[in-house]
């Protein structure tokens, strides 16, 4: 197997690093930032995420507006914005979270396609601003729960009943998850039940933990980015190598 | 667990949430200071429905929720913007001699 750079030789890594080099992550490089790839074989990853995985996904792009009129200036900008609390995919696959009428969220999809985000980024100009950025990139941290039993392992930490015929796809929930203020957004990849939980990012290692902790009797894992992108219909153009 | 009905994210844990105090109306700007004294830091304290400020922590989201303090039943929530719909612009007390 090729060397792996490594996320000590990244000025951006996730605070989980540790967590997942004590784990052998292969790692791959994600606009600079040092993302898991993978643990072990991504074929058999993508296997155990149709049950019940966890990844870190907090090397993907990300990207915040908040202001009184960020509908309309999202909108002129070409974003389709859906109701708060509701999420819409992007053409390039960035996904839109509407978190209130003056609030979105941008995620991008796990093939780290950030078109969208660098528009809207490029559009932005202090004169005239009817919204603002919010830094969401640096303050958040992102964890994908995936597979068709997340809805139990979130149950025993969020109060929200999150089972795929209770809250359906692309619906967003801000709520508390282990006793954290977190965004949690259902954004399954391809057939296969996924969520994307947003948390603050001093405190991930603390969140990791309890997930860790509350999927392990259900035969939970932890799997790298390119399970995911499998599972969504295709495998990263990146190697992760 | 006692359930709050946010405007914004339905049904919640009462635990998700903070109370803000009373909703009062906000005094002519040219009031005396014993008015502003009144406004800040003075609540009616109602034995009855009152009106009062609501803060969703996990969405930083205010709303209004009208509760009788008697029984501590919920009775009404609704968005600040339904209560307040216009801005206020004044200067601050003292600032204009």
Same mark, same amino acid.
């Not at chain 1, 109060?159 to 999150?162: C, G, H, K, Q, V």
């Given at each position: 197997m090729p060397e792996s750079p490594g996320?000590?030789?990244? +000025?951006r890594r996730s605070n989980l690093y540790r967590v997942s080099a004590a784990l052998d992550a292969v790692w791959t490089d994600v606009n600079g930032f040092a993302c898991p790839a993978r643990y072990g074989d991504a074929a058999d990853e993508a296997d155990a995420a149709r049950g019940l995985a966890i990844a870190d996904l907090t090397a993907l792009p990300r990207a915040g507006y908040k202001g009184w009129d960020m509908a309309g200036w999202a909108t002129a900008q070409g974003l389709d914005l859906g109701e708060p609390n509701e999420a819409r995919a992007q053409a390039d696959g960035v996904l839109a979270c509407r978190l209130a009428a003056g609030e979105v969220l941008l995620l991008a999809g796990d093939d780290a396609g950030s078109g969208t985000i660098d528009r809207l980024a490029a559009a932005?100009? +202090? #004169?005239?601003?009817?919204c603002y950025p919010a830094p969401r990139s640096d303050a958040n941290a992102h964890i994908g729960v995936v597979g068709e039993r997340a809805p139990e392992t979130m149950a025993k930490l969020c109060?929200? #009943?999150?089972r795929p015929h209770r809250f359906a796809n692309r619906r967003i929930a801000q709520t508390s998850v282990a006793r954290m203020n977190a965004i949690v957004v259902r954004n399954d990849r391809g057939r296969t039940y996924a969520l994307d939980v947003l948390v603050d990012s001093a405190a991930v290692v603390y969140m990791w933990e309890c997930l860790t902790d509350a999927m392990a009797e259900y035969g939970g894992r932890v799997v790298g980015l390119e399970a995911l992108a499998t599972l969504a219909g295709g495998a990263t153009e990146r190697g992760g190598a | 667990m006692k359930i709050m009905p946010c405007p914004l994210n339905g049904p919640r844990n009462i635990s998700e949430f903070s109370c803000g105090g009373e909703v009062s109306e906000l005094p002519p700007p040219d009031c005396d200071r014993e008015t502003w004294v009144d406004y800040v830091?003075? %609540?009616?304290?109602?034995?009855g429905v009152v009106r009062e400020w609501w803060y969703h922590t996990p969405t930083a989201y205010w709303f209004i929720a009208e509760r009788d303090?008697?029984?501590? %039943?919920?009775?009404k929530t609704y968005p600040a913007s339904e209560a307040f719909g216009e801005r206020v612009d004044f200067a601050a007390p003292g600032t204009k001699e």
């Open positions: 996320p000590a030789d990244r +000025v932005w100009t +202090v #004169d005239g601003a009817t109060a929200i #009943d999150l | 830091y003075l %609540e009616d304290n109602i034995a303090t008697r029984t501590d %039943e919920i009775l």
